[in-house]
């Protein structure tokens, strides 16, 4: 194999460990939903997209991910209402089902995730 074989080997090789390392950046961003307090807008077995844009970015009736303020190593997702001096008002789109800013108050800018920026609903999943 001359060197025109092993620059193209050199720059296949790059190319995949490329595309491995941004999957695993786009899966690490994955996200699934569970419970219904986003119902019917997101539904449990639902994966969101979630990017890493600022809170002060992010308007009113965006969806987020912020760590719950009571167990900061859970994750929820729930709806910008209002940004606050103490940080985000969250509240889920099922309020019976949802335990959200009403219950535990404004969460602090420091627990906030990113915003969802696209929905994956599960294969055979009927479309609401």
């Known amino acids: 194999m001359g ?3 092993r620059n193209a080997w050199t720059w296949l090789s790059l190319g995949l460990g490329a595309a ?3 999957a695993l950046a786009v899966n690490r961003s994955l996200r699934d939903v569970q419970g219904r307090s986003m119902s019917p807008a997101l539904e449990p ?3 969101i997209l979630v ?3 600022p809170p002060a970015r992010v308007r009113r009736g965006a969806v987020v991910v912020v760590r719950d303020p009571r167990m900061p ?4 997702v729930k709806r910008l209402r209002l940004h606050t001096e103490d940080g985000l008002v969250v509240l889920g789109d099922n309020p019976s089902a949802s335990t959200d800013s ?3 108050g404004a969460v602090p800018y420091e627990l906030y995730v990113g915003q969802a920026v696209w929905r994956v609903r599960p294969w055979g ?3 609401t």
């Open 102 to 104: 009403r219950s535990y």
């Open 20 to 22: 491995y390392l941004g």
């Open 51 to 53: 990017a890493p844009v």
């Open 45 to 47: 077995g639902d994966r």
């Open 125 to 127: 999943a009927i479309p």
């Open 3 to 5: 060197t025109n074989g």
């Open 73 to 76: 190593d859970r994750c929820t």
